[in-house]
């Protein structure tokens, strides 16, 4: 299956980040073939089995959202501007208890629909429910994601056990499942909620598998002053102290408390960050300082979390705010560009997440982009294409997404997932468990 | 004439700040007659000019700009990510200072179009040129605005009193006009381009004219050392010593570098800020200390400021924004709530902008609101309708705008604008603009 999209600007990664004004790509099985300025000649479009005349339209590599717990989807609006302790355990945590399969399920349609429309082709999933379910469900939908069952250690031996053997099961399961559109990570949930011989446990999991893990870290203050009190280290210390940092690769979410010497441990073991601006403002946690781990050449991707705490899983909002917020905080207008927002929620996420030869439009890259239609008010006018991408673009300007060379949205239509019956669904779903808190 | 449209959700300040769940409202001419909750009767049906089924979308204030220059709409990804000085000295203001009257028009059409399309019925334009012309193209279009022929004072007497005599001629010529829907002020640029006894010629003209003064201030750390260095004052002290702030009413643009003896000033005063926080972020100014502020009881407005520091002129974002970023900064999740956002955005700037009866849904009120589709899948599940409009909606989510019970668009298309030709235009005169640089 071959198909030619022409008559399209495109945001290549072939000459060092560079815009092809008026080109075309050819997509064979799944993966560029050819990216080219001008006009296809009449034996490529003879070839094709499928031309597609992009009306001069913007093919852009996919974005990437490094952090997030679909299955939380159901909680947009349920609960906003509270204290942080009395919004977890008075909303979050009892909604979350009543969460079923099918609920969850629905909660992840909707999180698929959303995502698909806002043009993320690929995804991290931190979450403990019903993890075999969404990856057959994404499967499906022909999203790439990367997977993870997550683990709070904060329970009996014999649970944590538990909880390690299902991780583990279930990351083997997937682990380059659906023609590797699926990989998986290990997945302890913060420092402060797993104690150290569980992390060590899931540590060494992760060596034997070959995975890389993923952990919440120094998300808020509190947290950061708590774990001291109880370890005498900051999180990120404690885990280098106990040698982990070392053994395995990293990729933590949020990474809000880190001081110089934190980052310098990041660069030093090639850790990772998803950096979830929008979340990190809205629960109150601070501000990241990514500018300072980007200067130290740490690798920074970017995340929504989840709709709670968003609201929405909107790619294009979460690099616009990046590359916002540490502007303004230092007070430094030069701060994060709009093409290097662009590379952390695109090329920065699928290294992060783990997926080769994707988050670039580039030769021998799998095609994974979605097409932007720049004919909006908001986008006028046609000056300069990455920071309208980044500083003026809506999830409405993303007419196509495509996943290793599959359409998932045509025209704005949805072609593999049916979106009147999710909505409902997670309507119907919502008011079920709200009805039994 | 009159409307009916029902089979809507309102939110309405009949009550309190209230939703109804499922109502109807009676527009006549141009004004609510009926907000109520359940279906209209047979004789309403009967004697409304128009009956509109909502479909159960979201009947909502229309959106209020407080501070904008719409005349630069040509500068959107002009430039941006640079330090501020070189943006302005080699980027802005050679542009700007090439604008003349068709592309100034074309800018101004393309912000109507943008405004519009995000829900907003009533904004601020201070801006130097062609305000007679904007003026009468605001009238065609149906919008209200607040406008004011900006001055900046670093000139000869000669020049200042031209200016001045032209921003007086103005604000006599428009104030009130359009049936109300025009209303004017005077503005001094900013304390540190206007000596003081030019600003005080024109404190003198607004207590004539009893007009309000919009300004600039403390916008950067740097404006406000060099205003101590100038005058041994911060900017706003200065006015206070100068006794200008006791004589009229001031609404300023941005506060950003304000400490509690200011914010008291302020509110000692009731001065009003329009609070600009995607452009204080994107060019490095700061933060404004307006959850301060708002605990003293100062009125705060959202402004976008110009496409060249935003790059959008979306309420929407603004309403997000500036819910956002204050949790994060204070690291307090309960600062600005939704529904102080929305307050800002709507109640707050229309008595800012001196529109009586506008800025609410309420019985007597003048018919401006905006129509939300709570369709698409980011705003599900049907939960908190003022955390989805702030924390979810996206300008794509407005479908339909009225104001003074005048549709401006209907089920996404503009009735007063001809947003393809504007389009065009814009274009057109961007690229001739450009090519005199």
Redesign the interface.
């Known amino acids: 299956m071959s198909i030619l999209i022409h008559t399209v600007s495109i945001r290549t990664d072939e000459k060092s980040f560079n815009w092809i004004e008026d080109g075309y790509v050819i997509i064979n099985e799944g993966v560029f073939k050819k990216i080219a300025d001008g006009k296809p000649s009449e034996e490529e479009l003879t070839e094709a089995d499928e031309v597609i005349n992009g009306c001069g339209k913007w093919v852009c590599p996919g974005l990437v959202n490094t952090h997030g717990h679909a299955g939380m989807s159901?909680l947009?609006?349920?609960s906003?501007?509270?204290?942080?302790d009395q919004?977890l355990k008075e909303k979050m945590w009892p909604f979350e208890g009543k969460l079923d399969l099918e609920a969850t399920k629905a909660a992840r349609g909707?999180a698929m629909?959303?995502m698909i429309?806002?043009g993320t082709t690929t995804f991290l999933e931190m979450y403990h429910l019903f993890m075999h379910e969404f990856a057959q469900d994404i499967t499906d939908a022909g999203m790439r994601a990367t997977l993870m069952r997550s683990m709070i250690g904060l329970c009996s031996k014999e649970e944590q056990k538990e909880k390690l053997l299902e991780a583990v099961e279930f990351a083997k399961t997937w682990h380059k499942a659906a023609d590797s559109r699926i990989q998986t990570m290990l997945a302890p949930h913060a420092p402060y909620t797993c104690p150290p011989e569980f992390i060590e446990m899931i540590v060494e999991e992760a060596i034997k598998l070959d995975l890389p893990i993923h952990m919440h870290l120094a998300e808020?203050?509190k947290e950061v002053r708590e774990h001291i009190q109880q370890y005498h280290h900051h999180p990120l210390e404690h885990l280098e102290k106990l040698g982990f940092l070392s053994e395995a690769r990293w990729l933590f979410a949020h990474g809000v408390h880190l001081n110089e010497e934190h980052i310098d441990l990041l660069a030093e073991y090639k850790a990772g960050i998803s950096h979830n601006p929008?979340s990190?403002?809205?629960?109150?946690?601070?501000?990241a300082p990514i500018a300072e781990m980007l200067q130290k050449g740490v690798k920074i991707g970017l995340g929504t979390d989840s709709?709670a705490s968003?609201?929405?899983?909107?790619m294009i909002e979460e690099m616009r705010?990046a590359?916002?917020?540490h502007?303004?905080?230092?007070?430094?207008?030069?701060?994060i560009?709009?093409e290097v927002a662009i590379k952390m929620a695109t090329k920065n996420g699928a290294e992060l997440l783990e997926h080769e030869k994707t988050g670039e439009i580039k030769t021998g890259y799998k095609a994974d982009f979605m097409i932007i239609d720049s004919?909006?008010?908001?986008m006028?006018?046609?000056?300069?294409r990455d920071?309208?991408i980044v500083?003026?673009a809506?999830?409405?300007d993303v007419t196509d997404v495509y996943v290793e060379g599959l359409p998932l949205m045509r025209n704005k239509e949805l072609l593999t997932l049916d979106?009147e019956k999710?909505?409902f669904e997670?309507?119907e779903h919502?008011?079920r468990v709200r009805s039994y808190i």
Do not use: C
């Open positions: 159901l947009r609006g349920y906003d501007d509270l204290p942080l919004w909707l629909v959303e429309r806002s808020t203050r929008i990190n403002l809205k629960l109150g946690s601070g501000v709709v968003n609201n929405t899983l909107d705010m590359a916002f917020i502007k303004g905080i230092a007070e430094d207008p030069i701060l560009p709009a004919h909006a008010a908001h006028q006018p046609a000056s300069n920071s309208h500083y003026a809506k999830s409405s979106e999710i909505k997670a309507n919502y008011q």
